[in-house]
């Protein structure tokens, strides 16, 4: 499964709504993120704010992360009280399953932190 389908698969089994937001430019053979960072837009339940996702491997994670903490959209996004968050996924051994490596950007001054979770999809 992509990036893409386990990060969907992990919003859906947490009862979060979301969509993707990217766009395939079939010209280029490339795909276009929403804003020039995000694959995804997540609703979550507690008043938590609209998440926006960069979902990819788990060896791109830093690469992301320094492509949304370099991107002034993304800091405006942050700074209006919503979320972004690059979601790395690697394979585990049995089938089916993914691990999930999601540094956050959640302060206007481009910290972020790193928080490690195990998805088994269905």
Known sequence: ???GGLSS????????RSGRVDSWIPGA???RDLFGFADLLVFMDGGAGI??????????????????LESDLAREWVAEGNRAE???????????????????????DGRYRLRR???TSK
């Open 1 to 3: 499964m992509t990036p």
């Open 9 to 16: 698969a992990y919003c859906k089994e947490r009862g979060w």
């Open 29 to 31: 053979r490339i795909t």
């Open 51 to 68: 998440l926006l996702v960069q979902a990819t491997s788990a060896p791109n994670v830093s690469a992301r992360v320094k492509k949304l």
């Open 86 to 108: 690059v979601w790395g996924w690697s394979k585990v051994p049995r089938k089916g399953r993914g691990a999930l490596t999601a540094p956050d950007l959640t302060t206007k």
């Open 117 to 119: 979770v195990r998805f």
